[in-house]
T-cell receptor, first 115, second 115 residues
Framework: SQKIEQNSEALNIQEGKTATLTCNYTNYSPAYLQWYRQDPGRGPVFLLLIRENEKEKRKERLKVTFDTTLKQSLFHITASQPADSATYLCALDDAGGTSYGKLTFGQGTILTVHP | NAGVMQNPRHLVRRRGQEARLRCSPMKGHSHVYWYRQLPEEGLKFMVYLQKENIIDESGMPKERFSAEFPKEGPSILRIQQVVRGDSAAYFC?????????????FGPGTRLTVT
């Protein structure tokens, strides 16, 4: 059966360090993978999208990698700040790579950055 | 440029009543998705709609749930004869016409409580 797993339910790190979150999947062949941020009581906010033919994508302090052989994506936040504390969700397209975006989400990792 | 709007933000219904949740997509977006987030669970896809068309309702429960996106007006998610298990946060997301981009923009959600 299809499964998306984010490595840990919670991750605690010190301000200034790099946070690394993992997303593993099985029995999918996604055309792209996305990362979202969700704060308590709010809807998810899109952060980054990486396509199956891309190895790495960067946006400011964020970096995402995508290894379709390992079926894994890594999400990095460098120079982390307390304001980065949130739940981070990975999501895969579940439509066989067709043009629309029926997304399947992981359970999320709660990141807490301590000052 | 207003984001995705959902109302009401909070809705309390007694068992057996009907719940109607509304979603106005971002300007220029023609695709609407509904997701449900149960307490302590991840986001689950329910239905994908375009104007006047249901494209994919594979995540919708077979009974009591329906969705529409009329030519004019917001998208509506309707739950008839609500039960306690329907208590959850319901999120709507929208995206531009297919092929332009695949990220989704989420509304703030409607928190449904069934008493």
């Amino acid at each position: 059966s299809q499964k998306i797993e984010q490595n840990s339910e919670a991750l605690n790190i010190q301000e200034g360090k790099t946070a690394t979150l993992t997303c593993n999947y099985t029995n999918y062949s996604p055309a792209y993978l996305q990362w979202y941020r969700q704060d308590p009581g709010r809807g998810p906010v899109f952060l980054l999208l990486i396509r199956e033919n891309e190895k790495e994508k960067r946006k400011e302090r964020l970096k995402v990698t995508f290894d379709t052989t390992l079926k894994q994506s890594l999400f990095h936040i460098t120079a982390s700040q307390p304001a980065d504390s949130a739940t981070y969700l990975c999501a895969l397209d579940d439509a066989g790579g067709t043009s629309y975006g029926k997304l399947t989400f992981g359970q999320g990792t709660i990141l807490t950055v301590h000052p | 440029n207003a984001g995705v709007m959902q109302n009401p933000r909070h809705l309390v219904r007694r068992r057996g009543q009907e719940a109607r949740l509304r979603c106005s997509p971002m300007k220029g977006h023609s695709h609407v998705y509904w997701y449900r987030q149960l307490p302590e669970e991840g986001l689950k896809f329910m239905v994908y709609l375009q104007k006047e068309n249901i494209i994919d309702e594979s995540g919708m429960p077979k009974e009591r749930f329906s969705a529409e996106f009329p030519k004019e007006g917001p998208s509506i998610l309707r739950i008839q004869q609500v039960v306690r298990g329907d208590s959850a946060a319901y999120f709507c997301a929208s995206s531009p016409p297919a092929g332009l981009t695949y990220e989704q923009y989420f509304g703030p959600g409607t928190r449904l409580t069934v008493t």
